[in-house]
Structure formats: structure tokens, C-alpha cells
């Protein structure tokens, strides 16, 4: 009895800890005619976003947290060097909400990104 009701506890503890974010690890991107997002999660709860846009790249490496539901926020890292914030690239927007949609699918800044398998 005690091994059922165990086995039940880590079953549904498994089930929640997915869908609260604890299992993004990999890399989601979506690319189209002139843009192409990816954002890849990496040990530790950090990340690394890139966007580029024809000729401009942007993107932030950072930490995230699970918010609550399916929404997780991404925090950049600061950057403290003034040439690098006055670049074309840099990504102003230094905290950013996601979406997860499903295992396989994470929406943010209005784009689907799709795991890579």
C-alpha cells in the first residue's frame, strides 16, 4: 500500500514539476522570410535568447523563473559596459513573460517557438 500510494506521489509530482517549466531544457526557434528567434534553456534555470532581424542581431543571455499557470519570466542579464547598451542590437526589454503552450511549444514577444528535436 505504501509503495502505490509512493509511486502515485512521484507520478503526479512528475506531472507538475513539467508543467510548471522544470523540464524546458533544449532549444525552441521559429524562423521566417527575414527574422529568426531561438531560445534555448540550459541547466540551473539560465537561458539565452537570441532575435535577429535581416541584418540585426539581438538577444540576452539570463535566468528565469516559473511565474504561475504556464507563464515563466525571463531576466537578462545586466549589462553594465555603455558601448554595448548603445549598439544597434541590444534588447532594451531586459525582463520578458513566456508562455509555455506545451511541451514542445513556447510563445513570447507574440512568436511560437518550437522545440528542436
Known amino acids: 500500500m505504501k509503495l502505490l ?11 507538475l514539476g513539467q508543467k510548471n517549466g522544470h523540464n524546458l531544457k533544449g532549444i525552441y526557434f521559429s524562423q521566417g522570410k527575414g527574422d529568426y528567434y531561438s531560445l534555448s534553456f540550459q541547466r540551473h534555470r539560465t537561458f539565452s535568447y537570441v ?10 543571455p ?8 504556464d507563464t515563466i519570466e525571463l531576466h537578462c542579464d545586466t549589462v553594465t559596459d555603455i558601448l554595448t547598451q548603445l ?10 513573460k513566456a508562455l509555455v503552450v506545451n511541451k514542445d511549444t513556447i510563445k513570447i514577444d507574440g512568436v511560437l517557438l518550437v522545440r528542436h528535436k
Open 51 to 60: 532575435v535577429k532581424f535581416f541584418e540585426v542581431n539581438s538577444g540576452c
Open 62 to 69: 539570463g535566468k528565469w523563473n516559473h511565474l504561475s499557470g
Open 5 to 15: 500510494l509512493l509511486s502515485i506521489l512521484f507520478i503526479l509530482a512528475s506531472c
Open 87 to 96: 549598439t544597434q542590437g541590444y534588447m532594451n526589454d531586459r525582463i520578458k
